[in-house]
């Protein structure tokens, strides 16, 4: 299997300008998360889907961000307006079902975004 | 929330020591794991151990979980340069959440 794709893996943009982060989920995966790292926060979970539906967005820092998955292969993580405090870097993970239940959760390599 | 907390913060040993870094959590779970990630990647999974379980071992890791302490442990013995990364625990739940982890650097 080749994992847990993300695109892209860099993307530098200006301050004001819409961000669009892609991740397809390992087939037969029924849980996709979105995480947002930085030195100042650590590993961050923004949102967090099941079956594609968004069960907990909690984690999402405020409405400048919005997350779908329209389907079980594919999700986007939309930032718009982005600012430069949106720098980080954003993984999507995918799972066949929860932690608690003893399932395993796999990584995309992330996506490097800096906003100038 | 199920997010573990891991201590120390950063850890730095020679090549061949043992590294033991430490994870504690607040709810009951069913299970927790640990998790390496080397710089400039995603975390990739290292272990899992149940609650009805004191201590598991993979290859040179070593990990115990007390449940009556809500807390566990990874050693890693014999440490390699390889080995340098950061380390999180994500305690059983529905969701998967982390902590800062801890930073290992192992010097050569």
């Known amino acids: 299997d080749a994992g847990v794709i993300q695109s892209p893996r860099h993307e530098v943009t200006e301050m004001g300008q819409e961000v669009t982060l892609r991740c397809k989920p390992i087939?037969?995966?029924?849980?996709l998360f979105w995480y947002r790292q930085t030195m100042m926060r650590g590993l961050e979970l923004l949102i967090y889907?099941?079956?594609?539906?968004?069960?907990?967005d909690s984690g999402m820092p405020e409405d400048r961000f919005s997350a779908k998955m329209p389907n079980a292969s594919f999700s986007t993580l939309k930032i718009q307006p982005s600012e430069p405090r949106d720098s980080a870097v954003y993984f999507c993970?995918?799972?066949?079902?929860?932690?608690?239940?003893?399932?395993?959760?796999?990584f995309g390599e992330g996506s490097w975004l800096t906003v100038v | 929330s199920q997010q573990g907390e891991e201590d120390p913060q950063a850890l730095s040993i020679q090549e061949g020591e043992n590294a033991t870094m430490n994870c504690s959590y607040k709810?009951?779970?069913?299970?927790l794991q640990w998790y390496r990630q080397n710089s400039g990647r995603g975390l990739v999974h290292l272990i899992l151990?149940?609650?009805?379980?004191r201590e598991k071992h993979s290859g040179r890791l070593r990990v115990t979980l007390d449940t009556s302490k809500k807390s566990s442990s990874l050693l890693i013995t014999a440490s390699r340069a390889a080995d340098t990364a950061s380390y999180f625990c994500?305690?059983?739940?529905?969701?998967?959440?982390f902590g800062t982890g801890t930073s290992l650097t192992v010097i050569p």
């Open positions: 709810t009951s779970i069913n299970n």
């Open positions: 087939s037969g995966h029924n849980s």
């Open positions: 889907f099941n079956n594609n539906v968004p069960i907990d």
């Open positions: 993970a995918s799972s066949s079902g929860t932690g608690g239940g003893g399932n395993t959760i796999y």
């Open positions: 151990i149940r609650s009805n379980e």
């Open positions: 994500a305690p059983g739940g529905n969701q998967f959440y």
